[in-house]
């Protein structure tokens, strides 16, 4: 069974930080670039953060650039997010991705299998 789950979700204040891991079943990730995207309360879903095959580029949103890190470890076929210097912004349910396709040039692709999401809430 193809599965994406997240853990590492939850609550906390602003300034501190959080990992996310994501396990992924049923297929191997050493194949697909991956990603974190996340769904805040009124907003549409947005991309995160992005990471290649072998892990040597990665990508992010303005928003997160330089507090988030994305990462993956494709022996154990889990990714990573370390989310630092959190603010009540970024509360939101996060969800891990395995894209099918994806283009460096406009940073964006289709999304072949999306995790369950975990809820971050930040409080000031």
């Known amino acids: 069974q193809v599965q994406m789950v997240e853990s590492g979700g939850g609550s906390v204040q602003a300034g501190g930080s959080l990992r996310l891991s994501c396990a992924v079943s049923g297929f191997t990730i050493t194949y697909y670039y991956l990603g974190w995207f996340r769904q805040r309360p009124g907003k549409e879903r947005e991309e995160v953060a992005v990471?290649?095959?072998?892990?040597?580029?990665?990508e992010y949103s303005d928003s997160v650039k330089g507090r988030f890190t994305i990462s993956r470890f494709n022996a154990q076929n889990t990714m990573f997010l370390q989310m630092s210097s959190l603010k009540p912004e970024d509360t939101a349910m996060y969800y891990c991705?395995?894209?099918?396709?994806?283009?460096?040039?406009?940073?964006?692709?289709?999304?072949?299998?999306w995790g369950q999401g975990t809820q971050v809430t930040v409080s000031s």
């Open positions: 991705a395995a894209f099918g396709t994806f283009s460096r040039t406009s940073k964006s692709g289709s999304v072949r299998t």
């Open positions: 990471i290649s095959t072998d892990g040597t580029w990665t």
